[in-house]
């Protein structure tokens, strides 16, 4: 198996306005196949996490690992407003169920499109694809710099790793290894449902300093109190890391999710947070997890998978 899927660019096709000629482009008429020798232009670059192991072993419903070819199908349709690249360069897979090598893949692909001055977003997969995506920063960063990790999601994630890692275990996993390496854990994790986390993972997270707001304080009108809270976790780091559970999300807006929210978080809050995370100049990667395209209604998580790439990389 290669350590890498190759790319197929047959996805990225749809409808064509040759009448309103440049003005009428969309994303499968710009995104480039990422080359398979030499060095590209600096860009975003699309990888694929297609994986639900995590998801698996942490007795979720699977299905997530079908996220990254559904998410670029809505996505090729999307009228195209960038001023920069974008290559796709293809998928990390999980299909031996080593969860290990797949991150191991997955950090690797990361830190070489950072290396190569590229914007890494990733498209999981569940959200164990976290500890690949922060592990490719991490190597690439080497220690320079802190890296504030930014999570909106209704679950901490911070279940301790016993004999395996999973979809609950990334930040934990993350933890574990800052410390290891003597570098801050500096982690926000913004949308909490109270009664989706016990109180063991409210008490990790006070332990490892987590910021953390709940789904039910994070309303329009609170906008201005977490715009300012964003910019004090803001101040204190270098490099910013986010990462974007789409469970996150009202479940009548994000059915297709392994744990839909009972309430959530609206996209009138968190699209105007990751507008000031881009403006931060910080922010070096970004990932979206957990879409499970087997669960979806009408495409209509898919959609907002698709609007929320776009805002990532505007």
Known sequence: MDKFNPVDMSVWQGRQDP????LALRWHDKVQPWPQTGRAAPGVALVGFACDEGVHRNKGRVGAAGAPLAVRKLLANTAWHLGRHVYDSGDVNCEDGDLDAAHGRLAERVASLLDEGHFPLVL????????????GLNRHLAGRGRVGIINFDAHFDLRMKLEQASSGTPFFQIAEQCAAQGTPFTYACL???ETANTRALFARA??????????????PAELPVLLSGLDAFIARCDHLYL????????????????????????LAVIEPLIAHIRASGKLRLADLAEYNPSLDQDNR???????LVHQLTK
């Open 191 to 193: 949308g909490v449902a």
């Open 301 to 307: 998580s898919a959609r907002v998978a698709a609007r």
């Open 124 to 135: 999981g997969g569940g959200h164990e694809v976290a500890f690949g995506s922060w592990s």
């Open 19 to 22: 009448e309103d000629g440049e």
């Open 206 to 219: 006070e332990a490892l300093g987590v910021w953390h707001e709940l789904d039910e304080a994070m309303t």
């Open 243 to 266: 990462t974007i559970d789409l469970d996150v999300l009202p479940a009548a807006v994000m059915p297709g999710v392994s744990a839909p929210a009972a309430r959530g978080v609206e």
